[in-house]
T-cell receptor
């Protein structure tokens, strides 16, 4: 079993929809949680960073962490075609090395 | 702040050759990380440095791989006697541990193709 599980998709939504992306994890030592966006053949771009449990909002993006359920989510409101990319969840504990999910491929249809 | 840079962006080499990649982190970031990403997968941790000290290496980093960060600024990753299985995107990231920050910022990656 992988430490971090993420549905690879693909996920296709119409423009303007609310997108929900999720990851589950098994290591209770994880306390730093990140979401990255990666366009094809590019490096990952940091979207959201959350420490421990709770919610964080930044523009159209909201990140949620539920440590009791070992479950994290990213919500994208008013999705745009430019949001079409692979979304990677990543997390770390005290060691600082990031453990990534496999990524979810999102396509926002105009 | 120009972000993390990597060079070259793409490298094609023949099996058995040695290759070296360079990473320049965000200035004043004291931690530097190397990851490897294959198609359809998330990045996998290889190694990381705090200043010039290499603090952790993954078991993925076989003895054909070596990384250095001689002056605590840029880093190099060398692969000796390349194999076709080494074909992947090699990503570098940096973070600012002085401020207790754990976010890692990635460069554009070096795509290695071994023929």
């Amino acid at each position: 079993q992988k430490e971090v599980e993420q549905d690879p998709g693909p996920l296709s939504v119409p423009e303007g929809a609310i997108v929900s992306l999720n990851c589950t994890y098994s290591n209770s030592a994880f306390q730093y949680f990140m979401w990255y966006r990666q366009y094809s053949r590019k490096g990952p771009e940091l979207l959201m960073y959350t420490y421990s449990s709770g919610n964080k909002e930044d523009g159209r993006f909201t990140a949620q962490v539920d440590k009791s359920s070992k479950y994290i989510s990213l919500f994208i409101r008013d999705s745009q075609p430019s949001d079409s990319a692979t979304y990677l969840c990543a997390m770390s504990g005290a060691t600082n090395k990031l453990i990534f999910g496999t990524g979810t491929l999102l396509a926002v249809q105009p | 702040d120009t972000g993390v840079s990597q060079d070259p962006r793409h490298k094609i080499t023949k099996r058995g050759q040695n290759v070296t990649f360079r990473c320049d982190p965000i200035s004043e970031h004291n931690r530097l990380y190397w990851y490897r990403q294959t198609l359809g997968q998330g990045p996998e941790f290889l190694t990381y440095f705090q200043n010039e000290a290499q603090l952790e290496k993954s078991r993925l980093l076989s003895d054909r791989f070596s990384a250095e960060r001689p002056k605590g600024s840029f880093s190099t990753l060398e692969i000796q006697r390349t194999e076709q299985g080494d074909s992947a995107m090699y990503l570098c990231a940096s973070s600012d541990a002085f401020q207790g920050r754990h976010e890692q910022y990635f460069g554009p990656g070096t795509r290695l193709t071994v023929t």
